[in-house]
């Protein structure tokens, strides 16, 4: 089965207190929630965690956690990777205060290192990551390795495969919109590339990693270097479209949680998709 959600607060939940975006999940059908802490562990994490509990888990609402954008683990300093780690791991204690296993996280950007450097800087730093997990028994966390939008940024489709192999925990997020836009258009252009990404994931990943793929979807505007804005699925000209990804799921079998990020319509965006894919099971 795949589920659909949003991340952050649509337009529509702009003034709405934490509390009360569970119970709009619930009446509109929202299966998911993507909480991002985008500068890190909040103050009075505990409180806002308890209050985000009492407001989804009642409606058996999936969360995840978005750890801060600015994580970069192609950074070949160590003092900088200490903190990066630092990120993660209190991404972790929060995604554990929410009662979520989903801990979504960017791998980074090259900056002005060589592509080939910052991928072994890259894998280096992740083992690094492994080990602390390890050493604090980190079970039953999920770790997203998200690709990125910018082509600059770490974190094409395989190189996120490839960065996977370092974990049991470190699975894909599949951002279509950023694959879109750090290829120019690829998916608005050839539709068929869905399945393409899809059956190399099938293909690479054990099944336990497979049944448990996380996807960010929304429309994005791009320029020559990639990812410029997200918009909305008002959106015709950059695309891409969410029907063939979901036809690729479902030919597939893969069953996956997909978060809209649309600009400020990712509720209602998130609903076209779930419509859309009710329309095909029935
Ligand atoms: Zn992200």
New binding site residues.
Partial sequence: MIKFGMAGRSNLLEDVDISGIGSYCSENKIDLYEYPIVRGLPLYHQQIADKIKKAFKPYNIGLSV?AP?YTNFANPDPEKIESNIGYVTSSILFANEIESDRI?V?PGSQRDLERIDAISITHKNLHKLKQVLDDSNSEGVYIYL?TLGIIRQMGTVEEILDMCMVDKRFIPCL?FGHINTRYLGLLKNDPAQYENILKLCKDSLPENKLNRLHI?FSKIIYGPKGERAHTTFADDTYGPDFEPMIDALLKLNIPAHVICESAGTQDIDSLSMKNYYNSLIR
């Fill in positions: 978005h954008y979504i960017h998200e951002d960010h």
